[in-house]
């Protein structure tokens, strides 16, 4: 083997460069750019129910739900992908989102929520939870914090 396909094989083994999963949500953010449409035309619900709709099962399921959830507690959040992900924006910031495990290989659904979220909470606070499925109690806590982080 050359020093040169060892090297690469070091730097795929020690964690440095992107795996295969974050080079093709970069992929999609760059694409998802590039047909930003004009303000106003964006069609953004259906392109996030689509992404929904592309997940596997269980995760499928789970983000049907949290769409609901979202949309239902936070109706002035805008819909849109991002990085390929289900987004939801407020003046073109996300604010919350989420993937299923097979976009990174995890072993859990992330629902997630950016700076812009108003979840501050003394020096520390949660931005990420694992999901393994949504109970009734899971989505009133859910619709607790899409509410807290919209304001």
């Not at 930003?36 to 789970?62: C, F, H, Q, W």
Request: proline share 4%; aromatic share 8%.
């Amino acid at each position: 083997m050359t020093e040169r396909k060892r090297a690469g094989k070091a730097t795929q083994k020690s964690g440095r460069g992107f795996t295969d999963g974050e080079r093709a949500a970069m992929r999609e953010r760059a694409l998802e750019l590039k047909a930003r449409p004009r303000a106003g035309t964006a069609n953004g619900e259906s392109d996030v129910l689509a992404k929904i709709s592309a997940m596997p099962e269980p995760y499928r399921t789970m983000g049907e739900r949290l769409h609901s959830i979202i949309r239902a507690n936070a109706p002035t959040l805008s819909p849109r992908t991002w990085y390929g992900m289900p987004a939801y924006s407020k003046d073109g910031d996300v604010v919350v989102f989420f993937r299923g495990g097979e976009k990174f290989k995890e072993r859990y659904m992330t629902l997630g929520f950016n700076d812009t979220a108003s979840l501050d909470e003394g020096h520390l606070w949660a931005v990420a939870f694992a999901l393994t499925g949504i109970t009734s109690a899971d989505e009133a806590r859910i619709a607790a914090l899409v509410k807290k982080a919209v304001g």
